[in-house]
């Protein structure tokens, strides 16, 4: 599949019209004195390109710019962490008025109506994720609960997007945009395996193919639709035998074999009589480093008593995973789907690093939303 462009990004203002083959945006951040503020492009290939800053004055007021394209791009306004999401497709001028240090959820903006929806559904995104949170945190829940609780809530949330806003009008840079929205690193829109959000990028992909003809993130959306419906129409035969029934009747968990760093396949419910962290992680991701430091120190201090770590590498490069996990103790095995992996659909992993505690006979315990205290647990269950 070519590179998927996860777009939940985006900077800040357009509108109006002019003569110079720029757009521009203005406005004013309120409570930002002394901030550098950031006119930022995110390329189809993902990367970020600084088109123009500002350092903001007392009353916060600002006017950046950036040339004008001929079809929709994606641009963000951007101070520290704190993110407005944008598209521009002219020389027109965008107003945007926010307050530091909450932004990205408190801001107006005027002058293209399309910024207007992509504003609705960065907030509805926002709420999203906190409601999932706070489900994940509910210590009454057990696992399988948990995991219903939160596909219901990304099955509402995208219902809601599709009806509201791609299918009303596809052609619009904010359908483009609410295909690409995520949890943590991981697309709401699945336009692998799922039938109905790949209509959807298809109803995308044609809109784009008819107004925006030739425009390089059109073809990108057009190539994507075509590889999710190849993929799920060579699936179809095979989906009502991917879980073995025996593996569900001899174990609480699904089973998952996948090959370690060694060349060895390794099956997690071979470690059944030990306590088990089924980890996903990616090396490449913010943090990696630190994390595997206090993975290292918990591994160390409780292995001898019966725990284990079964770590699924989610990184594309293999090699790079291989030489980050060449040193580490435990069961390091990897998968080359990445972030499209089957595995994190099978276990509802919304966000990465993430894990799941499974006890000794094989049974999922709790993930990590409901742990807050990982050793007292593992005291627990050694």
């Known amino acids: 599949m070519k590179k998927i462009f996860i777009c939940a990004l985006l900077g800040a203002a357009l509108a109006g019209c002019d003569n110079s083959g720029k757009f521009h945006v203005e406005g004013a951040i309120t409570n930002a004195k002394d901030s550098v503020l950031y006119l930022e492009n995110m390329t189809l290939d993902g990367d970020l390109v600084k088109l123009d800053s500002t350092k903001l004055g007392e009353s916060g007021t600002f006017s950046l710019a950036g040339p004008a394209g001929t ?88 219902q809601k997007v599709r009806t509201e806003y791609i299918y009303k009008n596809p052609a619009a840079a904010s359908s483009y945009f609410a295909l690409f929205q995520t949890v943590g690193n991981q697309l709401i829109f699945n336009p692998r395996s799922d039938k109905e959000d790949i209509r959807a990028f298809a109803a995308v992909a044609t809109s784009w193919d008819t107004f925006h003809k030739g425009s390089l993130r059109g073809e990108n959306l057009h190539n994507i639709a075509i590889e999710g419906m190849k993929n799920t129409r060579f699936q179809e035969g095979k989906n009502q035998v991917q879980v073995d029934p025996s593996v569900v009747n001899t174990a609480d968990i699904i089973d998952i074999q996948l090959t370690d760093n060694k060349g060895q396949l390794r099956k997690l419910t071979d470690l059944k009589g030990k306590v088990v962290m089924l980890d996903f992680h990616l090396f490449s991701g913010e943090g990696s480093m630190e994390r595997i430091m206090q993975l290292r120190d918990i591994y160390n201090k409780y292995h001898d008593r019966g725990f284990e770590v079964y770590q699924i590498g989610l990184d594309a490069d293999e090699h790079f995973w291989k030489v980050k996990t060449s040193e580490l103790p435990w069961i390091c095995v990897h998968d080359g789907d990445g972030m499209n992996s089957k595995w994190l659909a099978t276990y509802n992993v919304q966000y990465v690093p993430a894990y ?20 007292k647990e593992l005291e627990s269950l050694l």
């Open 71 to 158: 079809a929709p791009e994606f641009y963000r306004l951007r101070i520290a962490d704190q993110i407005v999401n944008i598209a521009i497709d002219s020389s027109e001028t965008i107003t945007v008025n926010a307050e530091y240090p909450n932004m990205a959820a408190n801001y107006k903006i005027e002058g293209n109506e399309d910024c207007k929806k992509i504003r609705e559904l960065t907030l509805m995104q926002m709420n999203l994720i906190k409601e999932m949170q706070q489900v994940a945190k509910d210590e009454t829940m057990n696992v399988d609960n948990t995991n219903d609780s939160i596909m219901r809530m990304i099955d509402r949330y995208k």
């Open 356 to 375: 799941f505690i499974i006890k000794k006979d094989n049974s999922l315990y709790k993930r990590d939303a409901q742990i807050e205290d990982l050793e």
